[in-house]
């Protein structure tokens, strides 16, 4: 069965850090697997997806995510994180009929 | 510019009620999905719809109903029999997959907030 993990429920970061969010999920064939961000009362907004070929994916707002078979995971970076940065981030693996399995989410705040 | 609208942005439900959800899209897409958002919970699927007249149940469809008789609309329906309805509501729709094994990024709506009064 699809399933989609986040380890890290909050991260707490400075302006103008390097960030990494991770992501593992669990899925039988090549995976489909997408970014998502959350502003607090808002819908969520496409990052990036990884259909297939290369393994590095660029996105929307300066962020990559690396997809590593290996190590089923699907990490999400961005070099320097800006204040606007800060929401709630959400990795999502795709299934049969285009059915979303999602995690559970990472909270990024960022300090001055 | 096309997009998904959900109304009411706020919604309140009395004891015994049932309310309706609205979800209208303009992207001219086939596939429309709800999902409700629990914190610390992630998004889980309620019902899905490839094509208008068919819809299907989702992970956790009990005591919510929905309809899909028009392509840019799939409202949803909380009843009385959904006990802890309070939660966001997120409504989202995508291009219809062709090719079976594939997946196409899926477009939400901005929400609705459904607390009990």
């Known amino acids: 069965a699809q399933s989609v993990t986040q380890p890290d429920i909050h991260i707490t970061v400075s302006e103008g850090a390097s960030l990494e969010l991770r992501c593992n999920y669990s899925?039988?064939?090549?995976?489909?697997l997408f970014w998502y961000v959350q502003s607090p009362g808002q819908g969520l907004q496409l990052l990036l997806k990884?259909?297939?070929?290369?393994?590095l994916v660029q996105g929307i707002k300066g962020f990559e995510a690396e997809f590593k078979r290996s190590q089923s995971s699907f990490n999400l970076r961005k070099p320097s994180v800006h204040w606007s940065d800060a929401a709630e981030y959400f990795c999502a693996v795709g299934g049969n009929f285009n059915k979303f399995y999602f995690g559970s989410g990472t909270k990024l705040n960022v300090k001055p | 510019d096309g997009g998904i609208t959900q109304s009411p942005k706020y919604l309140f439900r009395k004891e015994g009620q049932n309310v309706t959800l609205s979800c209208e899209q303009n992207l001219n897409h086939d596939a429309m999905y709800w999902y409700r958002q629990d914190p610390g919970q992630g998004l889980r699927l309620i019902y899905y719809?490839?094509?208008?007249?068919?819809?299907q149940k989702g992970d956790i469809a009990e005591g919510y109903s929905v309809s899909r008789e028009k392509k840019e609309s799939f409202p949803l329906t909380v009843t009385s029999a959904q006990k802890n309805p309070t939660a966001f509501y997120l409504c989202?729709?995508?291009?219809?997959?062709?090719?079976?094994?594939?997946?196409?990024?899926?477009?939400f709506g901005d929400g609705t907030r459904l607390s009990i009064l």
């Open positions: 719809s490839q094509i208008v007249n068919d819809f």
């Open positions: 989202a729709s995508s291009i219809n997959v062709v090719i079976q094994g594939s997946n196409q990024p899926q477009h």
């Open positions: 990884y259909f297939s070929g290369d393994t």
């Open positions: 899925y039988g064939a090549t995976p489909y």
